[in-house]
């Protein structure tokens, strides 16, 4: 009896030391992407950058005028409610904020596991949201938490493939009560904002050559939905995105060290080709499929032992995508 005792509460002060690390590293990360994110939007004079059009809608809700009123005001009008607690503060202290935030709680959730996905962080795409305030991140994050479901509403094309393979009954709750509000306080705009839709240039991954490929990840959902991150890809390949950020949300896919290094390492030669030269919508596509959803394929399938079992390299070091993945440390 002693002994149970014992073990019992040497396993609980273990998770309260686990969730004591995880809060710290999160912190740690969240503050210095905001401070960075700062740093960037400060030279650059861009005020919150993209996050300024939630902030906008946020003051429009609170002095009564209409939002619509240009067409780079695309965002749904769920999002003021996110905009709200940022309308007092300088964009780029709130721009900040909202990105260091968005990444401290992408840590928190990736650290469910240990410290390995934390790696996922060094993608080009994660830096290519931070030079804009991009929501990526949050998206991300959204993924291991229920609460932060409706993000759907806000930023709806990136978060709906995230949603949809994570989904479950508190998350369809959160997105119901918060689509009730924003209903109650900008009811109208529901109306005016599906015309703003023609003002987004877009690119679909799955329409540009050759994303077809990506359709080989049905093969992982034969038997069926289960395959969160085979749905994932295949969802995310069929909504709208504008650029390299929006495929940040990818990477809840890779889980071990070798999966996310070798797609962070596949990321790299795409900021190389922008760093160059200035691409249209379908180069931003088409070197998001190469660099991004393709090494993303090449990940789920490799998982399959009767797939690797094809390869001609196959043997004892065939199994290349894979490497032990910790077991859970903590509940969040």
């Known amino acids: 009896m002693v002994q149970l005792i014992v073990v019992k509460r040497s396993a609980k002060e273990n998770i309260i030391r686990t969730m004591k690390h995880r809060l710290a590293t999160s912190i740690a990360i969240g503050a210095l992407s905001a401070l960075w994110c700062w740093a960037i939007l400060s030279r650059n004079h861009q005020g919150a950058a993209d996050f300024q059009w939630a902030i906008r809608l946020a003051q429009h809700l609170l002095t009564g005028q209409a939002p619509y009123d240009t067409p780079l005001e695309q965002y749904p009008p769920a999002a003021a409610l996110l905009g709200l607690p940022f309308v007092t503060l300088p964009g780029e202290i709130a721009g900040a904020l909202f990105?260091?935030?968005?990444s401290g709680l992408l840590a928190f959730g990736l650290t469910r596991t240990g410290y390995t996905r934390l790696l996922i962080f060094f993608a080009y795409p994660y830096w290519a949201a931070m030079i804009t305030v991009q929501w990526s991140p949050l998206v991300a994050a959204s993924a291991f938490f229920w609460w932060l479901a409706p993000v759907a509403l806000m930023k709806p094309n990136i978060s709906l493939p995230v949603l949809l393979s994570n989904l479950s009954r508190r998350a369809v709750m959160a997105c119901g009560i918060v689509l009730a509000l924003s209903l109650a306080l900008t009811l109208r705009w529901y109306e005016e904002w599906p015309r703003q839709?023609?003002?987004y240039d877009h690119f679909f991954p799955l329409a540009v050559f050759p994303g077809i490929l990506i359709l080989l990840a049905l093969f992982k959902l034969r038997d069926g939905l289960h395959n969160k991150d085979a749905?994932?890809?295949?969802?995310?390949?069929l909504?709208?995105?504008?650029?390299f950020y929006d495929a940040f949300i990818l990477w809840?896919?890779?889980?071990s060290r070798r999966e996310i290094i070798f797609t962070v390492a596949a990321s790299w030669p795409v900021a190389l080709l922008r760093w160059y030269g200035a691409p249209n919508?379908?180069?931003v596509g088409r070197w998001s499929v190469f660099g991004f959803y393709l090494p993303m394929l090449a990940v789920i399938l490799l998982r399959d032992e009767a797939i690797r079992a094809r390869l001609p390299w196959r043997g004892k070091n065939s199994?290349?995508?894979?490497?032990?993945?910790?077991p859970a440390l903590s509940i969040s």
């Open 239 to 243: 909504v709208p995105q504008r650029w």
């Open 319 to 326: 199994n290349l995508m894979q490497d032990a993945v910790p």
């Open 231 to 237: 749905l994932l890809l295949i969802l995310a390949s």
């Open 99 to 102: 990105f260091g935030i968005s």
């Open 197 to 199: 839709l023609g003002n």
């Open 252 to 255: 809840l896919i890779p889980k």
């Open 281 to 283: 919508m379908t180069q």
